[in-house]
């Protein structure tokens, strides 16, 4: 199988090495210091004491690479547009198109959402440039749990998880989807076939949507977020109305936010994704995490005046940096 990894940071990194090793005949779209580390020793993974390497093919440019059987998209929300812009050389009729990205896709109401299927998310493809470029066809829905980091350029280290929930965004356990999923077993990796990916991909954002920002916001760690009763207020408030809007678009989560808790503390002092962001001087994907909540919010006739209140001050703690 040829499979190309759009965005080869952390879980990029970590998915491209793992499909290798399956295999794959892995190609990678890059740029910057990553093609060069890249072309120079491959791509590379730290587990544990064991350093895997797996030589890429590695370009700037898509057409480089041509059409694929499978395209891995682990990009930022921020930078899905750029990706829209220089993806067609990769897909042929068949080839799959794997989003393993935090927060709620632009595929969302694909085959799903009954009176709101087919809606389009603004905040999250203003204008179905996205939608347009990669029709849903070619989708299928990834929600990874794992936490990996960036070395060095194209050197990634695996810390903690292992899991892939993939699926159909209608549902459906087709074909193709099947044969995914054996070949991410081989691979490595402890995946499961969703009956509903857009509940998995909802049940991950109930716990970050507010952690991420809060961390981006305050510098702390998780433990420290939930440590701080006020806060811990706070979030569960907004919480509640994240659970009530996936309640009306027919993805009910059956917890309570200190449920949600107590798998956030077991993580320990754990950094998110947004804060290194931040730390990093990149953009912060808001928009997948928080101001789509707002959005979704107004279609299903949801108040979320603790959502609004933490988007306005992320959003305005990130403009003040140059990240949003």
Known sequence: MKACIYGAGAIGGWLGVKLARAGCEVSVVARGATLEGLQAHGLRLQEGSETLSSPVRA????????????????????AMAEVAWAIAPL??????????MNGVPWWFFEGFGGPHAGTRLKSIDADGSIARAVPAKHIIGCVVHASCSVNAP????????????????????????RELAALLEK???????????????????????????ISALTGAT????????????????????????????????????????????????????MLQDV?????????????????L?????????????????????ARMRGLY
């Open 187 to 213: 691979a490595g990796f402890e995946t499961v076939l969703s009956d509903q990916i857009q509940k998995d991909a909802w049940y991950k954002l109930w716990g970050n949507m507010t952690v991420n920002p």
């Open 59 to 78: 370009s700037a440019s898509p057409a480089d690479l041509g059409v694929q059987d499978l395209v891995v998209i682990a990009v930022k929300a921020p």
């Open 91 to 100: 897909l042929g009729p068949h080839t799959i198109v794997l989003t393993a």
């Open 222 to 273: 998780t433990d420290r977020i939930l440590d701080d009763e006020l806060v811990r207020d706070f979030i569960g408030r907004v919480m509640l109305e994240a659970k009530e809007i996936g309640a009306r678009i027919g993805i009910p989560i059956d917890q309570r936010p200190e449920d949600r808790h107590q798998v956030t503390r077991k993580l320990g002092a754990f950094k998110t994704s």
């Open 154 to 177: 194209g050197f990634v280290q695996h810390h903690f998880g292992n899991k892939l929930i993939i699926g159909e965004p209608s549902g459906e356990k087709t074909a193709r989807v």
């Open 279 to 295: 730390e990093a001087g990149k953009a912060v994907e808001l928009d997948a995490l928080v101001t789509v909540v707002k959005e």
């Open 297 to 317: 919010g107004e279609l299903t006739g949801v108040a979320t005046p603790f959502t609004d209140a933490l988007l306005g001050l992320a959003r305005l703690h």
